[in-house]
C-alpha cells in the first residue's frame, strides 16, 4: 500500500535561514508525490508536485522539493524562511486511483 | 479558471440532528470529487470519492454518507449526528485523467454538541 510519512511533528526556523520539511514514501512503482501548505482554519494549497523528471521540483512561494529515489525521500525546502511561511504542511502520495494519501502533517513555525 | 466552493464554512449542531454539507466546482466538467476529514488539526482522512455522477466510493464505514446529484455537486450528509462527527471536513477536486493535483475548498468546522 502506498503511504507516506513525515517524521517531525514540529520544525523551528529562524527567518532569513534555510528550511526543511522532511518526507519519506513507500510506494510500488513509480511515486507522484505532492506538498500542500495548510494555514489555520484554511484548505490545503497546492505547493509543487513530483511526477517524472528533474529529481528538484520548483513550487509556489519560492518552495522546492528534491525527489531522492535511493533514499525514498521527497524533502521540501526553501533557502530563505519568512514569518509567513509558518503553517502546516503535509506531504501525499496519489495511489492508482486517484487518491491522495497524505502523512500526519509537520507544523512549521519561523519565528523573526 | 476553476474555483471550488464549499459552504457553509461554521457548524454547530446538536447531537442527533441531521448534516447537509455541500461543494460544487465551478470551470471543469467531470472531475474527481472527495471528502476528507480532518481532526485535531492534523491527519486528513479520506472519506468519500466519487469518479462520476451517482459514483460513490467509501473509504471508511461510519455514520456519514455522501451523495453526487450533479456532475460538479458533491454532498455530504448524515442523519444522525454523533459527537464524533465533530472536525474539519473538506472538499476537493481533480481533473480525471493523470496525476494531477488535488485542489481542495476551504473547509466546513462542524462541532456536534
Known amino acids: 500500500a502506498q503511504s507516506v510519512a513525515q517524521p517531525e511533528d514540529q520544525v523551528n526556523v529562524a527567518e532569513g535561514n534555510p528550511l526543511t520539511v522532511k518526507c519519506t514514501y513507500s510506494v510500488s512503482g513509480n511515486p507522484y508525490l505532492f506538498w500542500y501548505v495548510q494555514y489555520p482554519n484554511r484548505g490545503l494549497q497546492f505547493l509543487l508536485k513530483y511526477i517524472t523528471g528533474d529529481n528538484l521540483v520548483k513550487g509556489s512561494y519560492g518552495f522546492e522539493a528534491e525527489f531522492n529515489k535511493s533514499q525514498t525521500s521527497f524533502h521540501l525546502k526553501k533557502p530563505s524562511a519568512l514569518v509567513s511561511d509558518s503553517a502546516l504542511y503535509f506531504c501525499?502520495?496519489?495511489?492508482?486511483?486517484?487518491?491522495?494519501?497524505f502523512g500526519q502533517g509537520t507544523e512549521l513555525s519561523v519565528k523573526p | 479558471s476553476q474555483t471550488i466552493h464549499q459552504w457553509p464554512a461554521t457548524l454547530v449542531q446538536p447531537v442527533g440532528s441531521p448534516l447537509s454539507l455541500e461543494c460544487t466546482v465551478e470551470g471543469t466538467s467531470n472531475p474527481n470529487l472527495y471528502w476528507y476529514r480532518q481532526a485535531a488539526g492534523r491527519g486528513l482522512q479520506l472519506l468519500f470519492y466519487?469518479?462520476?455522477?451517482?459514483?460513490i466510493s467509501s473509504e471508511v464505514p461510519q455514520n456519514l454518507s455522501a451523495s453526487r446529484p450533479q456532475d460538479r455537486q458533491f454532498i455530504l450528509s448524515s442523519k444522525k449526528l454523533l459527537l464524533s462527527d465533530s472536525g474539519f471536513y473538506l472538499c476537493?477536486?481533480?481533473?480525471?485523467?493523470?496525476?494531477?493535483?488535488?485542489?481542495f475548498g476551504n473547509g466546513t468546522r462542524l462541532t456536534v454538541t
Open positions: 466519487s469518479v462520476g455522477i451517482g459514483q
Open positions: 476537493a477536486w481533480s481533473v480525471f485523467t493523470g496525476p494531477s493535483p488535488l485542489h
Open positions: 501525499a502520495v496519489r495511489d492508482r486511483g486517484g487518491k491522495l494519501i
